[in-house]
């Protein structure tokens, strides 16, 4: 009996043990890693403005009795563009100049009475109060006089602003007004015409995210286009980087200025810009495209355990450091199971309440909660805030000599490279490759009619920043 499940169990173990080592062939995409350009850009839309843009209003009220300029007329500093309807204007000014007339005869009269109290009273003829009223009187004929003056001076200044003229050189760009419309100058002054000083020379107006807005600097060159011309690629440079935060439903932007050069009268203001600010540029650089850092060997039992084992075994502590705890020797192995790229299980210990299958560096529910009461060495290691890292795991076939190689899985090889930057499409190879090499970018499977295609990849996200 004892002999046939010891038989039993060696036929079982053969079995299994066949089936673990034979694997199937499965057809890798590759990619040859190759030398070229790369341009790091930030993009981000804006609104074509004048670079002086001149609002001209009214300060007084009243119905337009005439319009000199219109829609893109040239105007010149001084010209005269508008009139608003001056009668009652100068109806006022008629009014004020005969309250003057007034107040100085009665100015003209309180002299005489003041002349005449002063010799009454060194001739004892009349009471000191009398001679103070008369000296008051005097001193208010005066001061009447004074007012006005002043209310006619500025009856004539509103009969003057009837008048609107130009304050700049420039082209009406926008005319808010016509013959006979009334405007009522009350706690604002309505704009009458807006005009654009030079529209040679134009600006953007760019809302840069808060993500992309520490890689903006004075002097970028920028690339846009505008719907008006989709198959011309304009040009311009940044040259101010405000530090006004703009704050539209959580989202934040800075205003970044970028100048433009509009000698052939293209660009019209309001135009919609599609902006491309390059931040970055390499030449004759190293790079492999985005789909290789997303790719990931399948999920398979026998290759993750020898993955894991075979980093497991290369985790070895520094000099000196045999005596740490184990807290920190096991904070030093996870480390280096995230840096491979291996989804393994994290290497925990006795407390440690770590959920199966999740990020060992990133803490969850309770288990973050259970480490605050740590010290302050360990809680950080916890902490979800962790500098990102350039370094990436990809994969690699030995002996590889075109994009399509049809072998088993346990052929693949991890490479840790350091990346540079990135187009969105590309990553710059700083160290880890050599031009020429080969790098795994899919898997090509067999679908349910027999046809083969790309293995679709979980993770659509491209690693590192957004461009």
């Not at 499965?26 to 670079?51: C, D, K, M």
């Amino acid at each position: 009996m004892a002999f046939l499940i010891i038989l039993a169990a060696a036929g079982v173990g053969a079995y299994y043990w066949k089936a673990g080592s034979s694997q199937e062939e499965i057809e890798f995409r590759l990619a040859q890693v190759t030398r070229g350009r790369i341009i790091q850009v930030v993009t981000a839309t804006g609104q074509l403005n004048p670079v002086v843009n001149i609002q001209v209003g009214s300060q007084i009220s009243g119905i337009i009795k005439n319009l000199y300029a219109d829609y893109n007329s040239v105007v010149t500093q001084g010209q005269l563009i508008a009139e608003i309807d001056p009668a009652t204007y100068e109806a006022n000014v008629k009014q004020n100049e005969g309250q003057l007339a007034n107040a100085k005869a009665a100015l003209e009269l309180a002299e005489f009475e003041a002349k005449r109290a002063e010799e009454l009273f060194k001739n004892s003829l009349i009471s000191q109060s009398d001679y103070d009223r008369a000296i008051v009187s005097l001193h208010q004929a005066q001061a009447a006089v004074k007012i006005q003056e002043a209310n006619l001076e500025r009856s004539k200044v509103d009969l003057a602003r009837c008048k609107i003229y130009a304050p700049t050189n420039g082209i009406v760009i926008a005319r808010n007004v016509d013959v006979g419309q009334t405007v009522a100058a009350s706690f604002s002054a309505p704009t009458l015409f807006q005009i654009a000083n030079d529209l040679t020379r134009m600006q953007i107006n760019a809302n840069v995210s808060e993500a992309d807005i520490g890689l903006v600097e004075v002097g970028q060159t920028v690339y846009f286009t505008v719907d008006a011309y989709p198959d011309r690629v304009f040009k311009g440079k940044v040259i101010q980087v405000r530090n006004s935060p703009i704050t539209v439903q959580n989202v934040v932007t800075y205003d970044t200025v970028i100048e433009v050069d509009n000698s052939e009268l293209k660009l019209k203001p309001g135009m919609t810009a599609n902006l491309s600010i390059v931040v970055a540029e390499r030449q004759n650089v190293l790079k492999i495209p985005a789909s290789a850092l997303r790719f990931r060997p399948p999920e398979s039992d026998n290759m993750q355990a020898r993955f894991l084992r075979a980093m497991t075994n290369q985790t070895t502590l520094p000099a000196g450091t045999t005596n740490l705890p184990s807290s920190q020797k096991r904070q030093q192995e996870n480390q280096n199971l995230a840096d491979s790229g291996i989804q393994g299980q994290p290497v925990t210990g006795q407390g440690d309440r770590m959920r199966q299958g999740r990020n060992p560096m990133r803490p969850q529910g309770q288990n973050f909660r259970a480490s605050q009461n740590r010290g302050s060495d360990e809680l950080f290691e916890f902490l979800p805030i962790k500098p990102s890292k350039p370094v990436r795991t990809i994969y690699t076939i030995s002996g590889a000599s075109s994009t399509t190689v049809k072998t088993k899985t346990d052929k693949l090889k991890p490479v840790q490279v350091r990346l540079g930057i990135s187009d969105g499409s590309e990553f710059e190879v700083i160290d880890g490759l050599n031009e020429n090499d080969f790098v795994v970018i899919g898997m090509v499977t067999q679908n349910s009619q027999g046809t083969s295609g790309p293995q679709r990849q979980s993770n659509p996200f491209v690693p590192g920043r957004r461009f």
